[in-house]
């Protein structure tokens, strides 16, 4: 992603869509009052707060300090439509928002000051970073002209955090803020969800403008959509199904964070293809199940890493091919052809090379696939070897 | 506990290390987003407050933290954001006084040769490996005392006999709960893949 230049000083430019500017009638008296309207000078605290819950964020877990007071002054201006939850601990704060949107699908939000605010925060950004949970981190920062002056709890957060968030931002100016949050949560939702992290200077927190909550986002060069299979591909996947003689299905996390168990269940039904999960996937499958392996890899089932080493073909399918899972990579399914379905291109052919690569959204994916697919002739016997 | 809970529709939560393996090993899952666990990073101190977050986005639902006594002090301060934030999270705390996925390393590839894993005072035996076994006689900390002084229920058991009655009671309480469970240290999480090899080098007892 290209890095954002600074505003130039001197001033804010204030963009009013021609919509939202009233009509004021001259109406002939002593004096002349201007009515209130909603294009008044919001600060960018309000604006940020005011963006989350226009985002559908209903509750944060934010633990305050010096810079990061405008913002939790206004949040108790918005406490009857969003909830403030206070930790004890930052990384208390951040795991919690992780659990809001492990559990719910819809990004968590977290809040901490600067300086050493910030700095706890990084593990849970971390976490959410490696398992592709949609966070977003916001932190306060010292005002942007003692920026680099080792200001009383300053920490560079954008720059310790580069490596581990999916991205980041400083933002310098108050008329970027809406904008910014707007971007943040495209960049945490949509493909391969992931940390951002929005780091806001007490001065900017301040300031104020007139906000514009339906800016347009500055994004070049990123998708706003899912990838999405090509017919040929999922005509592949169905002809290796179909010809296979011991094949499983080996599912994770991006099944769960595409929405696609009820897909994954229906693909298993039709096809009678035996299913292990990986830690991440547990609970895409009823455990339950006859046809669930259960988990595979360093502490899985016996049953399930026989079951993969055997195989014929494997149907990867939102996973990563982790080293917990896999071992030693070179002798993971040695024998079975592989298909790899993922949203992130950077996972087809990173760990194990595969023979029919889909960069896909997994539910799209399955929703084709099922459309077409049908059960391999002769897999009974080996569906009962699994199980034992 | 699955057999007790799967009515109610929980959403489960856990920390890192060995209890986080037997977890996924035999707790029953069947819907999506029902299991929380930090898989990639693995991080320690992730199980109470993770469902803290998932409690607060439902109220009325049972959210237990299977966590184990390591990951279990890493953030136990937040046990006061459930109390004080009304999140009547529960904690099922299978306490072995160790870092147990590092005990089981050690023991499997360093002749058992305890360095740092031992939660308890460092005078004790079982701080340089020399337990006999059955646990050390007095068990550090006292996490009954420290939940309820952060106002939650709490309760310890270490006999068998004595588990369904108490998970009943976590259960039902209306409110945090910590309930400590002895577990012995010396189980091991199986079967077993050491890493970088095959499954022909699965490890099954």
């Known amino acids: 992603m290209a890095g954002r230049e600074p505003a130039p000083a001197g001033g804010v430019p204030i963009c009013l869509p021609e919509s939202s500017v009233p009509r004021i009638e001259v109406i002939a008296v002593a004096t002349v009052t201007k009515p209130k309207t909603k294009t008044d000078?919001?600060?960018?605290?309000?604006?940020?707060?005011?963006?989350?819950?226009n985002h559908g964020v209903d509750t944060i877990f934010a633990y305050p300090g010096g810079a990061s007071m405008p913002l939790h002054q206004a949040l108790t201006r918005f406490s009857d439509r969003l909830r403030t939850i206070l930790p004890r601990h930052e990384q208390g704060?951040?795991?919690?928002?992780?659990?809001?949107?492990?559990?719910?699908?819809?990004p968590g939000v977290c809040m901490a000051t600067s300086g050493p605010g910030a700095t706890n925060l990084v593990t849970a950004i971390a976490d959410a970073k490696l398992d592709s949970v949609p966070l977003i981190a916001i932190t306060g920062q010292v005002p942007t002209r003692?920026?680099?002056?080792?200001?009383?709890?300053?920490?560079?957060?954008?720059?310790?955090?580069?490596g581990i968030t999916k991205h980041h931002y400083l933002v310098t100016d108050v008329s970027d803020v809406a904008r910014v949050v707007k971007e943040a949560f495209l960049i945490a939702t949509v493909g391969r969800p992931g940390p951002v992290l929005i780091d806001v200077p007490k001065d900017v927190q301040l300031a104020k403008t007139v906000p514009n909550y339906d800016v347009a986002t500055d994004l070049p060069g990123f998708r706003a959509e899912n990838p999405k299979a090509k017919p040929e591909q999922i005509r592949q996947i169905a002809a290796a199904i179909k010809l296979s003689k011991r094949p499983v299905i080996y599912a994770g996390g991006g099944i769960i964070s595409g929405n696609a168990s009820e897909e994954l269940r229906t693909l298993a039904k039709k096809t009678g293809i035996p299913v292990?999960?990986?830690?991440?996937?547990?609970?895409?499958f009823p455990s339950e199940s006859d046809q669930s392996l259960d988990m595979l890899g360093m502490h899985g089932s016996v049953y399930a890493n026989y079951a993969v080493e055997q195989a014929d073909l494997l149907i990867a399918l939102g996973v990563r091919f982790d080293d917990r899972v896999t071992g030693k990579v070179e002798a993971f399914c040695e024998h079975g052809k592989i298909v790899h379905v993922d949203i992130d291109a950077a996972e087809l052919n990173k760990n194990k090379p595969a023979h029919i690569p889909v960069c896909s959204d997994v539910k799209y994916a399955l929703t084709e696939l099922n459309k077409i697919v049908e059960a391999p002739e002769e897999i009974a016997a080996w569906v009962e070897q699994c199980k034992k | 506990m699955w057999k007790l809970t799967r009515d109610r529709?929980?959403?489960?939560?856990?920390?890192?290390?060995?209890?986080?393996?037997?977890?996924?090993?035999?707790y029953k899952l069947s819907k999506p987003r029902t299991w929380l666990s930090s898989s990639?990073?693995?991080?320690?101190?992730?199980?109470?407050?993770?469902?803290?977050?998932?409690q607060s986005q439902f109220p009325g639902r049972l959210v237990v933290d299977i966590d184990g006594d390591g990951s279990f002090q890493m953030n136990i301060q937040e046990l006061a954001t459930c109390f004080c934030e009304n999140l009547p999270v529960k904690v099922l705390l299978l306490n072995n006084q160790h870092l147990g996925m590092v005990v089981q390393w050690e023991d499997r590839f360093m002749q058992g040769n305890r360095a740092h894993t031992y939660l308890g005072p460092i005078h004790h035996p079982e701080a340089r490996g020399q337990g006999d076994g059955l646990g050390p006689t007095e068990r550090y900390p006292n996490f009954v005392q420290i939940a309820k002084g952060y106002g939650c229920g709490a309760a310890y058991i270490r006999d068998k006999a004595d588990l369904v009655p108490a998970l009943k009671e976590m259960i039902n309480y209306p409110g945090p709960y910590v309930l400590d469970?002895?577990?012995?240290?010396?189980?091991?999480?199986?079967?077993?893949?050491?890493?970088?090899?095959?499954v022909r080098d699965m490890i099954k007892e």
């Open chain 1, 146 to 162: 003692m920026i680099g002056n080792d200001a009383f709890q300053e920490t560079p957060i954008v720059e310790v955090c580069r």
């Open chain 1, 41 to 53: 000078l919001t600060s960018g605290a309000d604006i940020l707060v005011q963006s989350l819950i």
């Open chain 1, 276 to 284: 292990t999960m990986t830690v991440m996937g547990l609970g895409a």
């Open chain 2, 9 to 26: 529709d929980p959403v489960i939560t856990v920390g890192v290390g060995q209890h986080q393996m037997w977890a996924a090993q035999f």
């Open chain 2, 40 to 54: 990639g990073l693995g991080t320690m101190g992730f199980g109470l407050p993770a469902a803290m977050g998932v």
């Open chain 1, 93 to 106: 704060g951040g795991f919690a928002a992780q659990g809001v949107a492990r559990s719910t699908g819809k």
């Open chain 2, 181 to 198: 469970v002895e577990v012995p240290y010396q189980e091991h999480v199986l079967p077993m893949i050491p890493g970088g090899m095959t």
